[in-house]
């Protein structure tokens, strides 16, 4: 039973500071200050507990990520985040976020500072770190909560390109506000578990998930796919805006966990809801300019989003603003 009812085992909040311009405020750095040693922090601590139960989903909150510059602070997450493979036993491995070296070098302080007991599961994470050093568990999933105003800063298309993009606002009606009186818990706990299945990913490239999926669902992304992102760069004409290989193994991922839900749909309705959450998730937060930028290119937009429901209504509320505020992004 947990102690303490608002932080599971499995879930650590990180406070983001706006003095954050590089990672060791993240990942720790050596450190000669009393004598030699390397200071550890709350993200590495849970990392290396992340470690130790390889079958339970782990979940970090980064709060408030951009009061500092993303890119600096989480250069090296993002960057180790592209090195993902599946290996031959079906494991999920990374380039190391900190180098064995170091767990080698510290390795009485860090036993002491990362809590490593002589139990036999300790043990060997702890010789694991000393052999790869600390990679990105595959039961690993960040989250990160922003704000986008005048008193943050914006994100970078490196940054844009490797999240997902989720926009959370309240519904615009007088239903949320009455909810509110009506005694509704939104935020619970369940007293089941949810299954690891839902949060741990089986693949982490397009080509594992096409080797996976069924014939008949590879040949029709292989034959409809090049097409549909060649009609969006082609709708992207004229703006730094366009996609490339990064959009396409997403899209496919997506659909990927589709099928893994939806056994009996048919593909062409799995491509279309991929493509409308990958729009709203990866391609149009990038989207950002003028009216001589996007004039052209929202219209192109309007008219190749028809079929998708969510991106059709975002490109609608972007042309929107555009000729009154002769700006337009994503973000409200």
Known sequence: ??????????????????????????????????????????FVRFLVKAMRYPDVPFFVCMDEMNLAPVEQYFAEFLSVLESRKLLSDGTITSEPLIKADIFSKYADQLHRDLDITDTE??????????NDGLRLPSNLIVVGTVNMDETTHQ?????IDRAMTIE???????????????????LHYYDNPQPKELFLPKVVQASEALSILRAEDASYLKENVPGLLHSLNSALNGTPFKIAYRVQN???????SLREENSDEASEVLLAQAMDAILMTKVLPRI???EDLLDKPLKALAQFTENYPQASRKIAEMQERL???HFTCFWP
């Open 1 to 42: 039973m947990r102690s303490d009812k608002t932080a599971p085992g499995n879930y650590e909040l990180i406070e983001v500071k706006p003095n954050w311009h590089d990672s060791s405020e993240l990942l720790g750095y050596e450190s000669e200050i009393g004598g030699p040693h390397y200071v550890v922090t709350p």
């Open 121 to 130: 599961t300790y043990k060997a994470v702890y010789d694991r770190l000393k």
């Open 155 to 159: 994100f970078s298309r490196k940054v």
């Open 168 to 186: 959370m606002n309240i519904e615009d009606a007088e239903t949320p506000f009455k909810n509110f009186f009506e005694g509704g818990d939104a």
């Open 250 to 256: 997403e899209l496919i991922l997506y659909f990927f």
């Open 288 to 290: 950002e300019g003028d």
């Open 323 to 325: 000729p009154q505020a």
